[in-house]
């Protein structure tokens, strides 16, 4: 009897470091014993904010004039979060064209007559929501967003109606404040010499806006 007790304690003795050992290398164990700090976020919404008001300037190309600096306003809507209504008005003077460089006399407008004016009621819808990374811990909301609408667009003397396609990048700095990058083609015909032509007149443009 007591040798049966003396081959159990000896048997006891030679696994208990084998189990030890195998406990220590578990591969599980300094996963499931982790304890994970979790960071606090903190993100701006823009929630009640439906209505924006910006301003904006850049550079509009005058089919047959050249290139001109633009200036102007928007205001907008935001109807849901995908689509917003926007009504903008913009103001720029036609340079001269080739025609009048070479000839060196010949004006074919007064300066009066040189200042184009728009106005623009369009409906944009918004593509692409996401984030834009600035280090470790910082991230601003964006999206891209196309337009289209019309309008009128005064030039030479004369209104034209006009039609607009726009497209942008919006980058949201607050949760009321954003930079927007944006073009547009301002599109209407026009009889300047002598016949009826449609033109396209591109226009690039940095703008901010305010929400409220």
């Known amino acids: 009897m007591a040798s049966w007790i003396q081959r159990f304690l000896l ?15 578990d591969p599980l164990e300094p996963i499931v014993g982790a304890d994970i700090e979790r960071r606090a976020i903190s993100e701006d919404m823009l929630d009640t904010e439906n209505f924006e008001i910006g301003v904006y300037g850049g550079v509009l190309g005058i089919e047959d004039f050249g290139s001109s600096a633009v200036t102007g306003a928007n205001i907008a809507y935001h109807i849901t979060e995908d689509f917003f209504v926007e009504a903008i008005y913009g103001i720029s003077d036609a340079n001269k064209t080739s025609y009048e460089l070479l000839s060196g006399t010949v004006e074919l407008l007064s300066d009066e007559e040189r200042e184009l004016t728009y106005y623009a009621l369009s409906l944009g819808y918004k593509l692409f929501p996401g984030q834009i990374y600035l280090g470790a811990n910082t991230a601003f909301n964006t999206h891209f967003y196309i337009t289209a609408g019309g309008g009128n667009t005064e030039f030479a003397g004369n209104r034209y109606a006009s039609y607009t396609l726009g ?24 009889e ?5 032509r449609n033109t396209n007149n591109f226009e690039g443009r940095l703008g901010l806006s305010v929400y409220f």
């Open 11 to 25: 048997a006891g003795c030679c696994l208990a470091p084998l189990a030890a050992s195998g406990q220590s290398d």
């Open 167 to 190: 497209a942008g990048y919006k980058l949201y700095l607050t949760d009321w404040f954003a930079l927007d990058v944006g073009m547009r083609d301002h599109m209407f015909s026009h």
């Open 192 to 196: 300047l010499f002598g016949e009826s």
